[in-house]
C-alpha cells in the first residue's frame, strides 16, 4: 500500500475523511483537464484545498515516486518491456508562475520556462522523466536521467537490464556524453551533426515524439504552474504512469 494512512485523532470526532480512491480520481482530472486545483467542480464532493493539500502529503510520503515503478515491475513481468533500444528528448514548457529551475527560454522569446525530459523504451513507454530550467541545453540532462534508471533498476537485483543503444538526436552529440555512455557499456545511437541522416536514425527516435504527444495530451503539463519543480515532476511522473498503466490495461482486460 502506497498511500500513508490518515490521521487518527486520538480524542476522536471530526468530520469523516474523504475515500482516497474519490481524491485520486481529483487528482488525475486536474491532469487531464489542466484545470487550476479552485476550480475543481463540485461533483467529486471534496473541497478543492483538501485535494491539493493531499497531492502534496502524498508527494512528501513518495508515493508518486514509488508509484511509477510499480507500474513498470507490472509490465516488465508481462514483457512489454523492451530496453535494447532506449529513447531520450525533451520537450518546452512555459512557466506561469515562475519558481525553482526556470530560465529564459530560448524557444518562447526569452519567457520563463522548463523542459520536461523523456527516456524511453523501444515502444515507447516513458522508464524517466525529468525536469530543468528552459535554457538549460539538452545534453545536460542526459547523465542523470540514465543515471536515475540505473539507480533505480539495480536496486531491483536480478531485474535490472542494461540498455543496449541510446538513441538521441544531434542535441545530445558531445563527445564525452559519447564516452560516458561507452564506459557505461551501452551502445551510442546520437546522430551527429552535419554527418548522418536524420532518416537512417530517426526510425527508432520517432517513438519519443508519439511519447512526447502521449504526455502532452494531459493539458496540465502543456504549462508548468507548480513553483515547486518537485511538485511538477510529481505531476509528470503520474502522467507517464498514466502511460504505462493504459498498455498494461490492454493486455489484461
Not at 543496449?164 to 551502445?187: E, F, Q
Not at 536524420?198 to 502521449?214: A, D
Request: charge should be positive.
Amino acid at each position: 500500500m502506497l498511500i500513508p494512512p490518515d490521521r487518527v485523532w486520538s480524542k476522536g470526532g471530526g468530520t469523516a475523511n474523504t475515500p482516497d480512491e474519490t481524491l485520486f480520481a481529483a487528482i488525475v482530472y486536474v491532469l487531464v483537464s489542466g484545470c487550476a486545483w479552485r476550480a475543481l467542480p463540485p461533483c467529486f464532493g471534496v473541497s478543492k484545498s483538501t485535494v491539493h493539500r493531499r497531492f502534496l502529503i502524498w508527494s512528501r510520503a513518495g508515493v508518486w515516486g514509488r508509484l511509477p515503478e510499480l507500474v513498470l515491475e507490472r509490465l516488465d513481468d508481462a514483457g512489454l518491456l523492451d530496453v535494447s533500444r532506449v529513447v531520450l528528448d525533451s520537450a518546452p514548457m512555459r512557466a506561469k508562475k515562475g519558481g525553482e529551475l526556470t530560465g529564459p527560454s530560448p524557444v518562447d522569446r526569452g519567457k520563463p520556462g522548463s523542459r520536461m525530459h523523456v527516456l524511453s523504451d523501444a515502444g515507447g513507454l516513458p522508464l524517466v522523466v525529468g525536469v530543468t530550467a528552459g535554457n538549460t541545453h539538452d545534453s545536460k540532462a542526459l547523465k542523470p536521467v540514465v543515471e536515475v534508471y540505473r539507480m533505480r533498476q539495480e536496486a531491483q537485483g536480478d531485474r535490472y537490464r542494461k540498455p543496449g543503444y541510446l538513441h538521441a538526436d544531434t542535441a545530445y552529440d558531445v563527445p564525452h556524453l559519447r564516452k560516458w555512455l561507452r564506459g557505461k557499456r551501452i551502445g551510442v545511437r546520437v546522430a551527429r551533426k552535419g554527418i548522418e541522416s536524420s532518416e537512417r536514425l530517426g526510425r527508432h527516435r520517432r517513438v519519443i515524439e508519439r511519447t512526447m504527444s502521449w504526455l502532452t495530451g494531459y493539458r496540465r503539463l502543456n504549462h508548468r504552474y507548480e513553483r515547486d519543480p518537485r511538485n511538477y515532476l510529481a505531476i509528470l511522473g503520474l502522467a507517464a504512469t498514466l502511460c504505462c498503466y493504459k498498455r498494461l490495461a490492454r493486455i489484461t482486460t
